[in-house]
């Protein structure tokens, strides 16, 4: 097989898709093609016309993340998908986000039942914290669907007592994005994700702006301020620490060494109450 053989593929399911399933409006003068123009799914997809009419007359190869997003641009069903991801010689990627947590993510749950921390899905959606995590007050339940979402409350229901410098924020929000883009682009088949980056992008101008930025996902570190009901802030920072064979992530929050942030933070962690892990409900269904 070619890298025609890829192109073929792609542009037989473009021209074959449903420009009104895929959110493309009709136009005021209705359509004079078929499916989908090139403009139009490079668009859905993240990448420039060019760069798809290139792909299907043979002359590129696409890497996985290509695949997967041209295969949920398209709409592809599982068939289609998996015949894309032969052509272009990769293993197609599961259906959805995995939500269990591992051996891995439970030990550091209980080796650092201390310490402010949560472990979250590739989606970003939280499936467990400590209570000094809880104890920090920030994270209020709102109702929502998405309420135990990290992207969803940064740019949907921001929290009213967490406070970022701008150079922080500016850093926190644009990772935030790469990291639920590339989460799409790996299991294009969750219909839950793909709800929620829906729902997001309708609600935020921000994050949608973000989201058609090619932006590589880097490491997370950040630091930020927590207002307690007492009066007393603490200054912490958050390093996220990879549980690959789970497709996972902890994050800890942590004080600078003999700082007051870090006297402060001891005192949170004595006043925390309930059990030492909380697990949550995890995703919502698609």
């Not at 007359?57 to 894309?84: I, N």
Request: net charge negative; proline share 7%.
């Amino acid at each position: 097989m070619t890298g025609r053989d890829f192109g073929t593929a792609v542009r037989q399911l473009r021209e074959a898709a449903d420009p009104s399933a895929a959110g493309v409006p009709p136009g005021l003068g209705g359509r004079r093609v078929r499916g989908l123009r090139r403009e139009e799914l490079g668009e859905l997809a993240g990448m420039s016309a060019d760069y798809v009419r290139r792909l299907e007359q043979g002359r590129s190869h696409p890497s996985a993340a290509v695949v997967d997003a041209l295969a949920r641009a398209l709409g592809a069903g599982r068939a289609d998908y998996e015949r894309l991801c032969v052509l272009a010689g990769y293993a197609a990627a599961d259906g959805q986000v995995p939500a269990d947590l591992g051996p891995g993510a439970t030990r550091l749950l209980e080796r650092f039942a201390d310490t402010p921390m949560f472990v979250a899905d590739a989606a970003m959606n939280l499936l467990a914290v400590t209570s000094p995590f809880l104890a920090l007050e920030h994270w209020q339940p709102t109702g929502d669907r998405w309420e135990w979402n990290i992207a969803w409350r940064q740019f949907c229901s921001p929290f009213a007592t967490f406070r970022q410098s701008a150079a922080d924020a500016t850093d926190h929000e644009a990772i935030l994005a790469a990291r639920l883009k590339d989460a799409a682009l790996r299991y294009p088949r969750d219909a839950g994700l793909a709800a929620l980056v829906d729902d997001i992008r309708s609600r935020s101008a921000l994050f949608d702006g973000l989201w058609r930025e090619s932006r590589p996902v880097t490491a997370y570190g950040s630091s930020a301020t927590f207002l307690r009901s007492d009066g007393e802030p603490v200054t912490l920072v958050g390093d996220l620490l990879a549980i690959p064979g789970d497709d996972l992530g902890a994050l800890v929050l942590t004080a600078a060494p003999g700082s007051r942030d870090e006297a402060r933070l001891a005192e949170v962690v004595a006043a925390a109450e309930g059990p030492p892990v909380v697990h949550l409900d995890g995703p919502p269904a698609g």
